[in-house]
């Protein structure tokens, strides 16, 4: 009977020894595969954040990178106003001819209102002036930022209209109609003239139309068309690169849709001989132009 009670408690005590094992064994898989999807989840989040930071900084950046929306504020190298003024100084002398505005002003407000033909309501419109729709307009326009948001603005197919246009604002209305008692070359008097007439809202608008004639030599086309003699202001001019002067050969005069490649293709020339030839500083070309291509 003793013999019997020993067996019977060694064969629960196999059965209770196989039981506990068996959870302990299950369970160490279990508690390493959570471990580890915590772990993968955790790393997710952490990878996901960064990314939405890089975005934020990216899209600040950009911002402030096209911050350049105004004619006014375009940023242009020396050279390329140079060019502005060479390009139309002749239509600017002959509408001072015509309408009695004088040619340095015409080039200086050109060149603030454009950007020297770069900014973003010339480049679109071809409007170097910023003349905005008004009552009565019956032509194209385009919509863009100014004193207040997407105004409308003039649109013409031509620079050359936009000229002519300029012309007939300033002649046909009746708050300008003073400018014109004013001497011809008395380019100080007309620049703080405009602003007191209301042309532009920024109070330094003369200021910046006389530092534009008096540092490019633009009063020399007032005298030129007067007759007069023409003196350029000491220690502030920056002269003029009349690159075209010397050369009698063939022009080509830039159509619209040409581009510098078009036009090297069309002469078989070289598009960094163009440049040269043409004291370009970049590919940009506008309608009206006048390139040396041989």
């Known amino acids: 009977m003793y013999k019997k009670i020993i067996v019977i408690l060694t064969v629960l005590t196999l059965i209770s020894c196989n039981v506990t094992k068996s959870p302990i064994v299950t369970a160490k898989p279990a508690s390493a595969k959570n471990s580890k999807a915590v772990v993968k989840k955790k790393n997710y989040t952490k990878t996901e954040k960064t990314t939405v930071v890089n975005n934020r900084v990216k899209s600040q950046r950009t911002d402030e990178n096209e911050v350049i929306e105004s004619t006014s504020k375009t940023v242009v190298p020396t050279d390329v106003i140079g060019r502005y003024v060479f390009d139309y100084k002749d239509i600017a002398m002959n509408n001072m001819k015509v309408y009695g505005i004088p040619a340095s002003i015409i080039l200086a407000q050109g060149i603030l209102e454009s950007g020297a033909g770069r900014g973003d309501l010339a480049s679109r419109s071809n409007n170097h002036f910023g003349i ?54 008395d380019y100080q008097a007309w620049a703080k003239g405009l602003r007191s007439a209301g042309y532009a809202t920024d109070p330094k608008y003369p200021d910046k139309l006389i530092s534009y004639i008096e540092r490019y030599n633009l009063g020399q086309f007032d005298a030129q068309v007067l007759g007069t003699k023409y003196t350029p202001t000491e220690n502030k001019s920056i002269r003029i690169a009349n690159v075209n002067s010397t050369y009698n050969g063939p022009f080509y005069e830039v159509q619209k849709g ?33 390139l040396i291509v041989n």
């Open 132 to 185: 905005k729709c008004h009552t009565g307009w019956e032509g194209e326009s385009v919509r863009h930022d100014d004193d207040a948001k997407q105004e409308c603005f003039r649109k013409y197919d031509d620079p050359s209209e936009s000229y002519k246009d300029h012309a007939l604002f300033l002649t046909s209305r009746s708050r300008y109609s003073r400018l014109f008692n004013l001497p011809k070359d």
């Open 258 to 290: 040409d581009t510098l490649y078009s036009i090297s293709k069309k002469y078989n020339v070289m598009i960094d001989d163009l440049k040269v030839k043409n004291n370009l500083s970049d590919n940009t070309i506008s309608i009206g132009q006048r």
